[in-house]
């Protein structure tokens, strides 16, 4: 155990998210072929649903936590963030048990209340479970946080494996992430009571809804530039279509896999490093180094789509393949305005962060209702590659006059071009390339030596 808490921080967090996302990863065999591609697409379309009910469930509190509990008070607001999570978590239960019979059959896929139940169960305690994580999180305390996280996932594919081998489809998917949330909800409560111990205040419940109601509204708009497309799909392409659609957005999402461990590291840290005398240097340092190691995670992903199409599905969902590598360069937009949106987020409030989302959801609906009935699963993703790179500007922008970056265009630019060419290419010749433009980021000092990207306020 000792030697574990020595490990640097990224790495426990890449062991942990390693370890999550490829439990989830080796779930999807099981899944495809178990479900056929129309439940699979149903399973997508909850998926969906679940998110678009945690990030309302959330409230925006973890974010919170990050900027009010960073400071001298920071275990006295943990403890009323951890409150007010409490109270949105009991509200939320009695609003899904009480609205399942009338929300199922609203969906635009077949589904039972009692599936409504199961994800509402799951998606209530978000903010329960995410405030305890973030606050281990801020502390450094990588070893609990991945103990917890990749606890969760094992147990939640545990349970999905026996219950979908056992017959019982997508309601036991389902019925495996609400067991896994209340478990793992109830440790980290009784865990944070002990650590802050657990306030609920109605003006300081007020005060933190004034912070974090506003990037509720930007999560949802964030929804919209992510998975909202597959409730606009329900209604254009069979549910076979979006299974197979959802299989790409899978393996695309290695990307994010990819650059979590870094992600899960910084984003805690990029505030308080900002407002250091010496913080544009060391921000610009780690962010430049993010982007170039998000541009080769991508292209990696592109170019093992095909082997990762075969071996995660079968021939029904060939299709996947010429998705992924569009979806990936979605995903890499969504990814470096989270690295590159400092600035917007280090003022009072979150609403200028809201309006920047609200702006790129405006171009992604747009796109979805111009593309999709026309062009179908591939308008989705032309709406989404565009949405997603004029919010990555927008951010860019606005939090380059907040807090200026050190922004490194013409290394950034080479590494991105090979890296382009390299997918276009594809097999052994691309992955050549892509061996080129690490070797680039490195000649640019993009990917510094280990240890290197550890900010002075670390």
């Avoid at 099981?30 to 969906?48: A, I, V, Y």
């Amino acid at each position: 155990m000792r030697r574990l808490t020595r490990l640097p921080s990224p790495l426990i967090y890449a062991g942990a998210m390693a370890w999550t996302k490829g439990l989830a990863m080796l779930s999807v065999p099981l899944f495809t072929r178990t479900l056929l591609p129309e439940e699979f697409g149903r399973l997508e379309l909850l998926s969906s649903a679940a998110e678009i009910g945690g990030l309302i469930a959330g409230a925006g509190l973890v974010d919170t936590l990050y900027r009010f509990a960073s400071g001298a008070d920071g275990r006295r607001e943990a403890a009323r963030v951890m409150g007010l999570a409490l109270l949105i978590a009991v509200i939320g239960m009695a609003l899904v048990v009480t609205g399942a019979p009338f929300v199922a059959p609203a969906m635009p896929l077949a589904t039972s209340p009692l599936e409504i139940i199961l994800l509402g169960t799951a998606v209530v305690l978000e903010g329960v479970i995410g405030v305890p994580l973030g606050w281990l999180r801020m502390h450094g305390h990588a070893l609990g946080y991945g103990a917890m996280t990749a606890g969760r996932a094992t147990l939640q594919v545990a349970i999905a494996a026996a219950l979908v081998l056992g017959g019982f489809g997508v309601t036991g998917v389902l019925t495996a992430g609400a067991v896994a949330g209340l478990l793992l909800a109830g440790l980290l409560t009784a865990w944070q009571a002990h650590s802050t111990q657990v306030v609920l205040d109605r003006r300081d419940s007020l005060r933190l809804l004034a912070y974090g109601l506003p990037l509720v509204g930007g999560g949802l708009a964030a929804f919209i530039l992510g998975t909202a497309d597959r409730w606009l799909l329900a209604g254009a392409v069979s549910a076979a279509a979006i299974g197979v659609y959802g299989l790409a957005a899978k393996v695309a999402s290695i990307v994010s896999l990819l650059a979590q461990p870094f992600e899960l590291w910084w984003y805690p840290k990029r505030l308080a490093v900002l407002a250091r005398p010496d913080g544009r240097a060391n921000s610009s340092r780690v962010v430049m180094a993010g982007l170039a190691m998000l541009m080769l995670a991508g292209g990696a992903v592109s170019l093992a789509a095909p082997l990762l199409v075969r071996l995660l599905a079968p021939a029904a969902y060939a299709g996947a393949v010429a998705m992924v590598p569009p979806l990936t360069l979605a995903i890499g937009f969504q990814l470096a305005a989270s690295m590159a949106n400092a600035g917007c987020y280090a003022r009072k409030t979150g609403t200028q962060a809201l309006l920047v989302n609200v702006a790129g959801a405006a171009v992604a609906l747009g796109g979805y209702l111009l593309f999709i009935p026309s062009r179908g699963v591939e308008g989705a993703i032309l709406a989404t590659v565009i949405s997603q790179g004029v919010r990555f500007l927008i951010f860019a922008v606005l939090s380059q006059r907040n807090a200026p970056l050190d922004w490194r265009f013409v290394p950034l630019g080479i590494v991105l071009g090979i890296t382009t060419a390299a997918v276009v290419i594809g097999g052994p010749g691309g992955w050549a390339l892509l061996a080129a433009a690490l070797a680039g980021a490195v000649l640019f000092r993009l990917l510094p030596r280990p240890g290197a990207l550890r900010p002075a306020a670390a």
